[in-house]
């Protein structure tokens, strides 16, 4: 069974940085990508951002020039760098594998569990 574990969540202030990690098994190599999804309470889980296989990044406009996605292939690990953070990015994060559906749109098929973002004003 496939699996996703998220690490590097935790509390930090307002303009700090976290890095969050989620190794990866070789069979996601058969997908089209993976993705960092985020949701707080109340609200719906959202696409962070994502990097397809062969490497093409997208950002949430949120999020833009201050995360940054990156995936070592040797390591096998997706890393997501969140610098200049700020209150409104304090959630739930979870990483996810992407793969073709039916209509060959690349969507979030395996999920994480999840880690915990806290951003303190």
């Known amino acids: 069974q496939v699996q996703l574990m998220e690490s590097g969540g935790g509390t930090v202030q307002a303009g700090g940085s976290l890095q969050l990690s989620c190794p990866f098994s070789?069979?996601?190599?058969?997908?089209?990508?993976m993705g960092w999804f985020r949701q707080s309470p109340g609200t719906e889980r959202e696409l962070v951002s994502s990097i397809s296989r062969d490497g093409t990044t997208t950002y949430a406009d949120s999020v833009k020039d201050r995360f940054t996605i990156s995936q070592d292939n040797v390591k096998k690990v997706l890393y997501l760098q969140m610098n200049s953070l700020k209150t409104e990015d304090a959630a739930v994060y979870y990483c996810a594998a992407l793969f073709g559906d039916a209509t060959l749109r690349c969507v979030p098929q395996i999920w994480g569990q999840g880690t915990q973002v806290t951003v303190s004003s």
């Open positions: 070789q069979y996601i190599f058969s997908g089209c990508g």
